[in-house]
T-cell receptor, first 107, second 111 residues
Framework: GIQVEQSPPDLILQEGANSTLRCNFSDSVNNLQWFHQNPWGQLINLFYIPSGTKQNGRLSATTVATERYSLLYISSSQTTDSGVYFCAVDGDYKLSFGAGTTVTVRA | KAGVTQTPRYLIKTRGQQVTLSCSPISGHRSVSWYQQTPGQGLQFLFEYFSETQRNKGNFPGRFSGRQFSNSRSEMNVSTLELGDSALYLC??????????FGPGTRLTVL
């Protein structure tokens, strides 16, 4: 199956800082999604981004499909950005998830 | 539009019992997928249904089963529960094969 690796595993930020999360995947994929898991466990969609760049407020994402990686940028981080960020790639009617990046934003 | 709903939200069972979890997809969505999340294994795919047909199944024992009804609602069943089945079970729906939207999950504890 497709292997998905996320880095770094943990990230501690001061409020207002910028950060980049990375997702590498081992094979060609139909699509790629970024999620934020809230403290209650629900996965919140951030981006559906099989290729190219998208922006949504302080978050943006870039996927370079030919080089099999995606980046999630968080700018001017806030404490509400804390949580686990997952990258997931689609193949054979299923999502394969990375292990996640745990982000902690300190006030 | 209402989001994906899952019932029940929390469940406590004992070893050897069986459990049925329910998922109602977003209106109009025909694909429903199930995932298990544990601290040790992370998020793992269980199965996916589209128009009542199972299109893919993950690497789980036969104790895990599922089905989808004609209204796209889905259920998953776990028989002969084991301690290791304690997990957050997440359901996701999508229109066809695109963005997947997740429900709030069912947190199962097996004692």
């Amino acid at each position: 199956g497709i292997q998905v690796e996320q880095s770094p595993p943990d990230l501690i930020l001061q409020e207002g800082a910028n950060s980049t999360l990375r997702c590498n995947f081992s094979d060609s994929v139909n699509n790629l999604q970024w999620f934020h898991q809230n403290p209650w466990g629900q996965l919140i969609n951030l981006f559906y981004i099989p290729s190219g760049t998208k922006q949504n407020g302080r978050l943006s994402a870039t996927t370079v499909a030919t080089e099999r990686y995606s980046l999630l940028y968080i700018s001017s981080s806030q404490t509400t950005d804390s949580g686990v960020y997952f990258c997931a790639v689609d193949g054979d009617y299923k999502l394969s998830f990375g292990a996640g990046t745990t982000v902690t934003v300190r006030a | 539009k209402a989001g994906v709903t899952q019932t029940p939200r929390y469940l406590i069972k004992t070893r050897g019992q069986q459990v049925t979890l329910s998922c109602s997809p977003i209106s109009g969505h025909r694909s429903v997928s199930w995932y298990q999340q544990t601290p040790g294994q992370g998020l793992q795919f269980l199965f996916e249904y589209f128009s009542e047909t199972q299109r893919n199944k993950g690497n789980f024992p036969g104790r895990f089963s599922g089905r989808q009804f004609s209204n796209s609602r889905s259920e998953m069943n776990v028989s002969t529960l084991e301690l290791g089945d304690s997990a957050l079970y997440l359901c996701a729906s999508s229109l066809v094969d695109d963005t997947q939207y997740f429900g709030p999950g069912t947190r199962l504890t097996v004692l």
